[in-house]
């Protein structure tokens, strides 16, 4: 089932599907998080696109007017190849591409000597370079030795040294505009990632509100699940953003000072991951209730009170809240409307068990005290001041 409003749909389908379903998704998140609260999660990739776009440009005025190479454009192509996700591996990266194109002249060079150019040459360079790709641990995308290894067959052993020359300027560029022009700080990013996540589930709590003031069914009920499901799968990887926020702070000299950040975006990671499961349990049993599974009424108890949905409306403030909070230094109005979301959400969670006391249906109550339990432990995981993941805030001057 899809909704426009996340990325937890499937990537099943073409590749056509999946661009379209994509856009979809980046325009849904558009409209949900604002504008400017877009553009805030995304400043720190538009400024990385500068400096890469720059470090293209100056590449190729060095090569073209400077140093006068007969194909300048190399140069950039070179600093695309080098720079990498983060500084580190920009260095990392940097020295593959020169050993791969070491290798590749090396390797045509010496089969033209010995063979001659010829359809057999051409196959052996490409099965050899891919061979060496794997031996030398290189990334599997990284083909630089069998293209290389071509280029020469192709141009000859004069171009397989210009190529040489070109990359190693490339990854120079490269490597020096990502160490020291804005090194990316991808702390910032899993701090972004986690932002979205936030303002996915948000949305899945203020859907299934507006689901439960009007007349909800079964299949609405799965769909929520549904989306619960797909998302706490995505939660998953987010030790893998946490991993490379660790990473893109390797070769600073102020690594100790992110040290508190990177805390605070594991400890986020796994607050939300706690509440995202609670939120799938509160899915799992509207299901089992409209479904009238293990004794429970089936669409006889799907008139819900009014409490319920006003709780997980509160909830969905507490969701949106959090992930802002997770943006740079947060802001204090942030986190003034996160407490009193929490407060509301409180306020509502009196109401919702008063409403529930009326209940006479035995296995109607044990459902409905696992719904008010996971509201209050939704709220338990997010509250900043007696809650388990009090490092997961940022510091409030």
Known sequence: METESGRWRALAGSPLERVVSGGMAGLARVRSLGFGRWLRMERESLAQTVKVTGACAVGWWLAAYVLKVDLPVLVPIGVLLTVSATAY??????????????????????????????????????????VL???????????????????????????????????LLGAAIGIAANLLVMPPRFVD???????????????????????????????????????????????EDT??????????????PRRRSYDRRLRQVAEAATCLDHACQQLRGIARGLVDLIAGVRGLP???????PESLAAELAALSRVFRDFGMLQLGHGRREDMEDLCAALDDGEHQQRRLARDF??????????????LLDSCARIRHEFDPDTGPHRAAFPRQD
Not at 239 to 252: D, Y
């Open 89 to 130: 591996s920009t260095l990392v990266r940097g020295g593959q591409q020169i050993l791969a194109v070491v290798v590749g002249v090396a390797a045509a060079t010496a089969l033209i000597w010995l063979i001659g150019a010829n359809a057999v040459t051409l196959a052996v360079l490409v099965v050899a370079g891919l």
């Open 133 to 167: 790709t794997r031996l030398l641990n290189l990334p599997a995308q990284n083909v630089q030795i069998p293209i290389t290894a071509l280029l020469v067959f192709a141009l000859g052993s004069t171009y397989g040294f210009a190529r040489l020359s070109d990359v």
């Open 189 to 235: 990013k899993a701090g972004r990632e986690l932002c979205g996540l936030c303002s996915e589930l948000a949305d899945l709590a203020e859907d299934m509100a507006a689901g439960l003031r009007g007349e909800w069914d079964r299949d609405q009920a799965g769909e929520w699940l549904d989306r619960a499901r797909a998302l706490a799968q995505r939660l």
């Open 239 to 252: 030790e893998e953003a946490a991993e490379q926020a660790a990473e893109s702070v390797r070769l600073s």
């Open 298 to 304: 089936g669409e006889r108890g799907a008139d819900l």
């Open 357 to 370: 006391r009326q209940t006479l249906h035995t296995e109607l109550r044990s459902l409905q005290g696992s």
